[in-house]
C-alpha cells in the first residue's frame, strides 16, 4: 500500500500546526508537570460530573459487588459438589449434600442475574443523567466564551466537543466501566480465594500473571501511540469536513473542488492507516491475552493433576482453580477491546475539561453597577487594543461621544473602526485603559443592561432560523404583533415581508438563506428598532444593499437614529451625511474631528474624500 502521490508544498493545510491549547491531551505531551496538570484537571472534570450522584454511584458499587461475590461462590460451590457431595452418595447414599450444593448455586445464579440487571439499569440512568449534564454545561460554556476564543476555535472544534467527544463518554458509561470494575475486583478476589484454598496451587497458577502484565504493558504504550495518531487524523478530517462544506460556495466560485479533494483524500488515507495500525496491536493483544490464558489453564492442570496424584489436594479443588482462571481472563479479555474505548473517553475528558477550564476573558461583573442617568454618553479613556502582541491596532484612543450624538467613523480598511466598534459592544476588553457607558466601565456592566445599551448591526446579517416576526421580535422579547410590524414598517422593511408567502410568519431558513442580503439588513435593522437601544454601532451595514434601498434605509436611519447615540461606520460617504460628527482614522488614532461641513472646507483627508466621493457620483 503507497499514499496517494502529494506534494507537501502545495497540499499543506494549516489544521497540521494549528492545534489549540485546550485540545491538547495527555497522549500529546511529554512534560510529566504538563501532564500531571492536565490529569487533575480532566479529574476535577469528572469529580465535578459523579458528585450529584454520588449515592447512586455508590449504590452501583454495591451491585458489582453482589455480583463479584455470586461469580466467586459457583466454583467454590462445585469444588464442594465434587468433593463432598459426590462422595456422600457414592459411600452413605446420601443426597443432602449435593442438593444443599444444587440450591445455594441457584441462589448464586438468581443474585447474579439480580445484579446484572440491576446495574445495567442503574448504570444507564447514572450515565444519561451524566452525560445530559455535561452536555449542557459545555454548550453554556462555549457560548459564555468571547468572541476572541470563537475566533482561535474552529467551528469544527467546537462540533467535535459536542459530538465526538460526548459520545466517548457515552460508550464508556454505557459498556465499559463495569469491565473495568468487575476485572480489577475478579483479580484482587480470585487470588485471595486461591490463596486461601490452595496455596501452593494459587502461586502456581498466578505465575502467568506477570506475563500478561507484561504484555499490557506493551500494549498500552504502542497503542497509545496509535491511538493518538488515529484520534489525530479523523479529528483533522473531521474539521477539514466541515470547514470545507461551511465554504462550500467559495470553493465552487475559486474551482477548489480538484485540490479540496486531494487534500480531504490525503487526510483520509492518513485515518485509515493509523487505524489499521491500531487494529494490528488489538489483534495482537487480545491473541496474546487469550494464549496466555490458555497456557495457565495447562500449567493448572499438569500441576494440579500431579499434586492429585501425590494426594495432596482434590479433585473438586483442580475443577474450582480451572473455573477461576476462565473468571479471571474473561474480564480481562473484555478490558482490551473496552482499551480503546476507555483512552478516546480519557482524551474527550481531558479536551472538554481544557474547555470547561477556559478562563472567560470577557466576564460579567460579580457585583454589577447600575446606571443612574441613562443618555448614552460614550467615553474612550487612553484604550489600548491589539489581537496579537505584535501588532498594535489602538494605541491609546482618548474619545468622547455627548449622548445622542451621530457620529462616522472613517478611514482605510484596517484602521481600527471595526475594532472601537467591537470595544462598545465588549466583544473585548481593552487591554489598557477604559470604555465608559453613561460613566460606568463596561466591566461594571451586567450583562443585560449592556445589551439593552448597546446593539451593534454587522454586515453579517445573522437570522436564526425561524419565522420573519420571531426574528424581529429577538430585538425585544414579548412584543406584540403590531410593535414588530411597525418597526419593520420604520425601516422599510414592511413592503417586501408583505409580498413574501406568509408575509411576517414566513420561515427564513437556515441563516435567512430565503432572503437577499438586503432583506436580511433590513430584518436586522428592524430588530435593531425594537430593541430600541441607546447606543446604535452600524458596522458597513448599509453595504449590502442596493442604491434605491439605501436611500429607503438612509430616511429610515434618521428617524431611527434620532435620539440615540450612534456610530456609523461606512465606505460610502452617503451614509456618513447623516452624521453630526465625523472621525478619521489612521493606524488606530482619530486624525480629523469635527462636524462633516468643516472638515470638508478644511482641506484634510476627509476633504478629499469626499471630494473622490463626487467625482465618483457624476
Ligand atoms: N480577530 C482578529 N485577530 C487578529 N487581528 C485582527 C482581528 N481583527 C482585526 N484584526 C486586525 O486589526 C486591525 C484593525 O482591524 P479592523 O477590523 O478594526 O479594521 P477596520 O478599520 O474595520 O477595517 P475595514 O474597513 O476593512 O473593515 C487590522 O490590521 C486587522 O488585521
Ligand atoms: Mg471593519
Not at 347 to 367: H, R, T
Request: net charge negative; proline share 3%.
Amino acid at each position: 500500500m503507497t499514499a496517494p502521490a502529494h506534494d507537501d508544498k502545495h497540499v499543506s493545510w494549516r489544521g497540521r500546526s494549528e492545534q489549540a491549547d485546550a485540545e491538547r491531551t495527555s497522549a500529546e505531551l511529554d512534560d510529566a508537570e504538563a501532564i500531571k496538570e492536565l490529569r487533575s484537571r480532566s479529574r476535577r472534570l469528572l469529580g465535578s460530573m459523579m458528585r450529584p450522584h454520588k449515592r447512586s454511584i455508590a449504590a452501583l458499587v454495591l451491585i458489582l459487588l453482589g455480583q463479584n461475590v455470586a461469580t466467586m461462590t459457583a466454583p467454590i460451590l462445585v469444588m464442594y459438589g465434587i468433593d463432598h457431595g459426590i462422595p456422600a452418595i457414592t459411600d452413605r447414599d446420601d443426597y443432602s449434600v449435593m442438593i444443599a450444593v444444587a440450591v445455594a448455586f441457584a441462589a448464586a445464579a438468581a443474585l447474579e442475574y439480580v445484579c446484572m440487571r440491576l446495574y445495567i439499569v442503574q448504570s444507564a440512568k447514572v450515565g444519561n443523567a451524566m452525560l445530559y449534564a455535561l452536555r449542557n454545561r459545555v454548550f453554556w460554556k462555549f457560548q459564555r466564551l468571547s468572541v476572541a476564543f470563537h475566533e482561535r476555535f474552529t467551528s469544527g472544534r467546537v462540533t467535535a466537543r459536542q459530538s465526538s467527544d460526548m459520545e466517548s463518554i457515552r460508550e464508556l458509561t454505557e459498556n465499559g466501566v463495569d469491565d473495568l470494575v468487575l476485572a480489577a475486583m475478579n483479580v484482587v478476589t480470585i487470588a485471595v480465594v486461591m490463596l486461601v484454598i490452595e496455596p501452593l496451587l494459587a502461586v502456581v497458577s498466578l505465575l502467568t500473571f506477570p506475563l500478561m502484565l507484561l504484555l499490557g504493558k506493551w500494549f498500552s504504550r504502542v497503542s497509545a501511540i496509535a491511538y493518538r495518531k488515529a484520534r489525530e487524523t479523523v479529528a483533522l478530517l473531521i474539521v477539514y469536513f466541515v470547514e470545507s462544506m461551511g465554504g462550500v460556495r467559495a470553493v465552487q466560485a475559486y474551482r477548489r473542488e480538484d485540490r479540496d479533494r486531494e487534500i480531504f483524500g490525503r487526510l483520509n488515507y492518513d485515518n485509515r492507516f493509523a487505524q489499521a495500525k491500531g487494529h494490528q496491536q488489538n489483534a495482537i493483544m487480545a491473541g496474546g491475552m487469550r494464549g496466555i490464558g490458555h497456557l495457565a489453564t495447562v500449567v493448572v492442570l499438569l500441576f494440579g493433576g500431579w499434586q492429585i496424584m501425590l494426594g495432596n489436594t482434590e479433585i473438586g479443588v483442580l475443577a474450582a482453580f480451572l473455573l477461576y482462571m476462565k473468571r479471571f481472563f474473561d474480564p480481562l479479555n473484555e478490558l482490551v477491546q473496552f482499551y480503546n474505548v476507555l483512552q478516546s473517553a480519557t482524551a474527550a475528558l481531558e479536551k472538554l475539561s481544557g474547555v470547561m477550564d477556559e478562563k472567560i476573558e470577557v466576564a460579567e461583573p460579580e457585583n454589577p453597577k447600575r446606571i443612574e442617568s441613562p443618555r448614552g454618553e460614550l467615553r474612550f479613556e487612553n484604550v489600548r487594543f491589539h489581537y496579537r502582541e505584535d501588532q498594535v491596532v489602538l494605541p491609546g484612543l482618548d474619545l468622547h461621544v455627548p449622548g445622542g450624538q451621530t457620529v462616522a467613523l472613517v478611514g482605510a480598511t484596517g484602521a481600527g473602526k471595526t475594532t472601537i466598534a467591537k470595544l462598545v459592544s465588549r466583544f473585548y476588553d481593552p487591554r489598557g485603559g477604559t470604555v465608559r457607558l453613561d460613566g460606568v466601565d463596561l466591566r461594571d456592566l451586567s450583562e443585560s443592561d449592556l445589551r439593552e445599551g448597546v446593539v451593534m448591526i454587522t454586515q453579517e446579517n445573522f437570522l436564526f432560523n425561524g419565522t420573519i416576526a420571531e426574528n424581529i421580535e429577538l430585538g425585544r422579547p414579548g412584543a406584540t404583533r403590531d410593535q414588530i410590524v411597525e418597526a419593520a414598517r420604520v425601516v422599510g422593511a414592511d413592503e417586501f415581508i408583505e409580498e413574501l408567502p406568509d408575509g411576517y410568519d414566513t420561515h427564513v431558513r437556515k441563516r435567512g438563506g430565503r432572503l437577499s442580503a438586503g432583506q436580511r439588513q433590513l430584518v436586522v435593522f428592524a430588530r435593531a428598532f425594537l430593541a430600541d437601544p441607546r447606543v446604535l454601532i452600524l458596522d458597513e451595514a448599509t453595504s449590502s444593499l442596493d442604491i434605491p434601498s439605501e436611500r429607503l434605509v438612509q430616511r429610515a436611519l434618521r428617524t431611527i437614529l434620532a435620539d440615540r447615540t450612534a456610530i456609523i461606520i461606512a465606505h460610502r460617504l452617503s451614509t456618513v451625511e447623516i452624521a453630526d460628527r465625523v472621525l478619521v482614522l489612521e493606524s488606530g488614532r482619530i486624525i480629523e474631528d469635527g462636524p462633516p461641513e468643516s472638515l470638508i472646507d478644511s482641506g484634510g483627508q476627509y476633504a478629499e474624500l469626499h471630494r473622490q466621493w463626487e467625482d465618483s457620483l457624476v
